[in-house]
């Protein structure tokens, strides 16, 4: 390592830290190095240099205010050939980039999400109504709820139900990709460039990756060209890639460029909101006296007469501090997306040289003892006594409430959209359930939930686990089904290009 780079573990001559560098769960080992070298460490890779930034004061003095300098991506080979180049999370500030992105701030900005919110009000309905049916299978009416949400507003068609659907589809080719893309769960191709040149049959992670393009390929294309058919049998629903193709010559985007600004927010929208609400649902499990807590505050604003409505979240300060608890206790995104420096920075005192791969450990900020009382506790409280849930005297600058959204230029564009779904979300399952564990395990009073129940991941939420929602009473359950009579009018719109089995299940449901 040279002297002028943050510390760091000691390395070995060629390999660097290479051996050390952990295959999953790396947030746990970056947070552990961050308690031994500081709040700013380097690793080698082979002659690479990743920055592991653990302070939130670093992020917005050097990631916020060098935004220019800080966006760029390293290279990441198995995303690329996965979408094709064409996922912008991955990509380099470049025309293709600036293309991408400038059409998907379109989708998300303010004034488009206001477009959105009817058939985002109407998902979060059928969220409460699928649990009152089928209260065990919470997890899939999750991911359900947030891939159906995309599909509508981006596709103009949506998934009324999870098995054999478009969002159990798109769901599977999701999870592949991410344990593939936990940082560490591959060889250092990027790093050591010979190993790209492997063959796929001595190279599991080749294999893997064109299999998932072929995924990519089968998804998006064909939903993609459902929208230019409807557009060309005249029968236009208003949805955004629709926007896209009137404006696709404006907007410079090829046909692969326009079928690749929905899979991105597919992509990027619908597995981290399902991992938020997951590690919200298993919060709450495994915390009775939150729920309590939160659903007297509910019950006090909302009564039983009517379904919580997005305006509420606003007078409801408990509600507001378990949802800043469940980012922080577990983070969706707990290591962001790397960033990657494109010129030489000091940054407290140490070089961070052009090219550096820049991890933003969000993880390890939100478990550091220093700054948070008993870190490791589920504890919604903390956020009544200070803005952002930090102890007494802890030092907080820095601190925002999307600081687990990213930073500079590359901030996550999805924030409001994101927010607004886990809002209305929360308010319904809060409302009308009570939640309750149906494992057979005894689990620690004190501490009940562990950092192993948490699954390996880039976006990622708690491991599969059971439990159940029993609905709090009668005339809970009968507003729903009356809430759920109503949305119908919305889901029509999007309801067209349904298969014969999902309409039959649509009139029967
Ligand atoms: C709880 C929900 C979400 C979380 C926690 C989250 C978090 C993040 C994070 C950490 C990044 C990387 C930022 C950086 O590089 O510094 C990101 C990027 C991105 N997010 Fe989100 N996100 C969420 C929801 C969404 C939604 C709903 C959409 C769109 C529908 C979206 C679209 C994107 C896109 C397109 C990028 C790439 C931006 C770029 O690289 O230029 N996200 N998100």
């Known amino acids: ?54 302070s939130p004061k670093i992020i917005r003095d050097y990631m916020d205010r060098h935004g220019v300098s800080t966006a760029g991506r390293p290279s990441f080979t198995p995303v690329n050939i996965v979408s094709g180049g064409l ?37 979060a309905i059928q969220l409460v109504y699928d649990v009152l049916k089928r209260p065990q299978d919470i997890s899939a009416h999750i991911h359900r709820q947030a891939v159906s949400a995309i599909l509508s507003t981006v596709y103009g068609t949506r998934s009324p139900r999870f098995e054999n659907s478009l969002a159990s589809e798109f769901t599977t080719f999701e999870h592949g990709q991410e344990v593939l893309f936990e940082p560490g769960a591959i060889p250092p191709i990027d790093f050591i460039p010979l190993l790209k040149y492997v063959p796929a049959r001595w190279a599991p992670w080749k294999q893997k990756c064109l299999a998932l393009r072929a995924q990519y390929q089968k998804i998006f294309f064909q939903l993609r060209d459902m929208c230019e058919s409807r557009i060309r049998m005249n029968k236009r629903n208003g949805c955004f890639l629709e926007d896209v193709m009137d404006q696709q010559q404006k907007l410079g985007l090829t046909p692969e460029l326009a079928a690749a600004v929905g899979a991105n927010c597919l992509e990027a929208g619908s597995l981290t909101i399902t991992a938020f609400m997951q590690t919200f ?40 501090a378990v949802v800043n608890e469940t980012n922080r206790f577990f983070p969706p995104v707990p290591l962001g997306a790397p960033h990657m420096s494109t ?16 991890f933003m450990n969000y993880y390890g900020i939100y478990r ?34 999307d600081l687990h959204f990213g930073s500079g230029r590359r901030i996550c564009p999805g924030i409001y959209f994101a927010n607004t779904s886990i809002k209305m979300s929360v308010l319904n399952l809060l409302w009308a359930f009570n939640f309750e564990s149906t494992e057979n395990r005894q689990r620690d009073p004190q501490c009940p939930i562990r950092f192993d129940d948490f699954a390996p991941g880039l976006a990622t939420g708690p491991k599969p686990f059971s439990c159940t929602l029993n609905v709090r009473s009668e005339q809970h359950a009968n507003l729903i089904r009356a809430e759920y009579a109503s949305a119908r009018s919305t889901f029509e719109i999007f309801e067209h290009e349904l298969s014969r089995e999902e309409a039959d299940f649509v009139a029967n449901w």
């Open 1 to 54: 390592r040279e002297r002028s780079l943050p510390p760091g573990p000691p390395t070995l001559p060629l390999l660097g830290n290479l051996h050390q560098f952990p295959t999953e769960y790396t947030r746990i080992q970056f947070s552990s190095w961050a308690k031994q070298y500081g709040n700013i460490f380097s690793l080698k890779i082979a002659h690479g240099t990743a920055i592991i930034i653990t």
């Open 87 to 123: 996922n912008v999370a991955f990509r380099n500030p470049d025309q293709p980039w600036k293309q991408l992105r400038k059409a998907i701030q379109m989708f998300l900005s303010k004034e488009a999400c206001a477009k959105h919110l009817p058939i985002q009000k109407a998902e």
């Open 281 to 320: 649902v298993f919060c709450l499990v495994h915390h009775p006296q939150v729920q309590r807590e939160a659903q007297k505050e509910i019950d006090e604003l909302v009564g039983t007469d009517r379904l919580p409505n997005l305006d509420d979240f606003e007078r409801l300060p408990y509600v507001q």
């Open 343 to 358: 010129a030489d920075e000091m940054v407290e005192g140490y070089l961070v040289p052009k090219g550096s791969t820049i």
């Open 368 to 401: 550091d003892p220093d700054l948070f009382d008993e870190p490791e506790l589920f504890n919604p409280s903390r956020f009544l006594s200070s803005e952002f849930g930090t102890k007494p005297g802890a030092d907080d600058t820095g601190f925002r409430h």
